[in-house]
């Protein structure tokens, strides 16, 4: 059974940084692309970017580049989500997402979240 | 990027009957073969789910009164007949480009 557990999230104060997890279990994590996807609270999704099997294409959506650092460790089965200079609007919860085979940008996996709270 | 716009933003349906949304995307999805447009569904508290892909092809298990259609900028998600279970608010995402991007979403209610 696939499973996705994101870790991390909390309270933050503005212009901090913050580093969520995402465990992967039940496939082979180092074969698939991976994404991170955000949820305001009563809002809707957003995408984050995605990352490839060996780490080589890391896309963002643009708007969101310069404050989000996708990374992953296959021989620990896990996903990362570097985030910096946060700010309210970032205050979201943030799931991982696998891609179904071969599309990477179906999301046919999803964790639970993990909830980040940006305030002083 | 592509922006999509859903419509309604809430409907409420009555218990039977035919529910219907909309997704425009600000350009074309679609080559002659593919639509590039999906559909989830996020329940409260949950995960979304994926419901149907390149417009029409409903994930493994999805109930067959889910349907999705359209083409171009255009798409339609029908659920036929609703049933209380399908309480959720609901999600159109296209794959055209980098990056991908969902719709602001549609909350179902049945009545």
């Known amino acids: 059974e696939v499973k996705l557990l994101e870790s991390g999230g909390g309270l933050v104060q503005p212009g901090g940084s913050l580093k969520l997890s995402c465990a992967a279990s039940?496939?082979?994590?180092?074969?698939?692309?991976m994404s991170w996807v955000r949820q305001a609270p009563g809002k809707g999704l957003e995408w984050i970017g995605e990352?490839?099997?060996?780490?080589?294409?890391?896309n963002y959506t643009p708007s969101l580049k310069d404050k989000f650092i996708i990374s992953r460790d296959n021989a620990k089965n896990t996903l990362y989500l570097q985030m910096s200079k946060v700010r309210s609007e970032d205050t979201a919860l943030y799931y991982c997402?696998?891609?179904?085979?071969?599309?990477?940008?179906?999301?046919?996996?999803w964790g639970q979240g993990t909830l980040v709270t940006v305030s002083a | 990027d592509i922006v999509l716009t859903q419509s309604p933003a809430s409907l409420a349906v009555s218990l039977g009957q035919r529910a219907t949304i909309s997704c425009r995307a600000s350009?074309?999805?679609?080559?002659?073969?593919?639509?590039?447009m999906h559909w989830y569904q996020q329940k409260p508290g949950q995960p979304p789910k994926l419901l149907i892909k390149?417009?029409?092809n409903l994930e493994s298990g999805v109930p067959a009164r889910f349907s999705g259609s359209g083409s171009g900028t255009d798409f339609t998600l029908n659920i036929h007949p609703v049933e209380e279970e399908d309480t959720a608010t609901y999600y159109c995402?296209?794959?055209?480009?980098?990056?991908?991007?969902f719709g602001g979403g549609t909350k179902l209610e049945i009545k």
């Open positions: 995402q296209h794959s055209w480009e980098i990056p991908w991007t």
């Open positions: 990352i490839n099997p060996d780490s080589s294409t890391i």
């Open positions: 350009q074309s999805v679609s080559t002659s073969s593919y639509s590039y």
């Open positions: 997402a696998r891609g179904a085979a071969y599309y990477r940008y179906l999301f046919a996996y």
């Open positions: 390149y417009a029409s």
């Open positions: 039940g496939f082979d994590f180092s074969r698939y692309w």
